[in-house]
């Protein structure tokens, strides 16, 4: 069966956004967007929450004209991949491939999970906790930033017990560490 796998930018100590609401720290360099391209390329179905959905749909048209090649890679992987957007206050979507769910369904995941021929994406960390939380998730890619925040949005939900086996780790040239595990709980 398919695996849910979710992917996070976190700083050192956990958080995808500042206190402020900040990510900017986190943006990935040519060397790590490279590496993301290269994981969700293979995850063609991609579970967003609104607040995720709001930040990635900007590469539905963003102008890309002097940026690394890597960027109009990861533009053509988002746009073609198959996006479902939780969310209870969003009116509609305005990018293609995109439909809007009212709720978290966990049957809804499950079904899909059965019926998927690769595996799946879930992003942002409010929509991954519940995601965590019903047992959906197979897998979870952190990358952590060399940078600490001190407060924020946490990448993992609070009152988590979640046995992990690493799977794999990378270091990038930037001092980005990633690390692959799979849930075994």
Known sequence: MPALIYSAIASLDGYVADKDGGWGWSRPDEEVH???????????????GRRMYEVLRAWEDLDLTDQPSCMADF???????????????????STARTRLERHFDTDMVRQLKATANDDILVGGPELA????????????????AP????????????????????LDERRFGNGTVHLHYRTTT
């Not at 490279?34 to 967003?48: A, V």
């Not at 533009?75 to 979507?93: H, M, N, P, Y």
């Not at 925040?149 to 046995?163: H, N, Q, S, T």
């Open 147 to 166: 940078v600490v925040v001190g407060g924020g949005k946490k990448a993992l939900p609070d009152d988590l017990r979640l046995d992990l086996e690493l």
């Open 75 to 93: 533009k053509e992987i988002w746009r073609g991949a198959d996006k479902i957007v939780f969310s209870r206050t969003l009116s509609g979507v």
């Open 34 to 48: 490279t590496f993301i391209n290269d994981l969700e390329r293979q995850l063609p179905i991609h579970l967003y």
């Open 129 to 144: 906790a519940q995601a965590i939380d019903a047992g959906l998730v197979d897998e979870i890619h952190l990358f952590l």
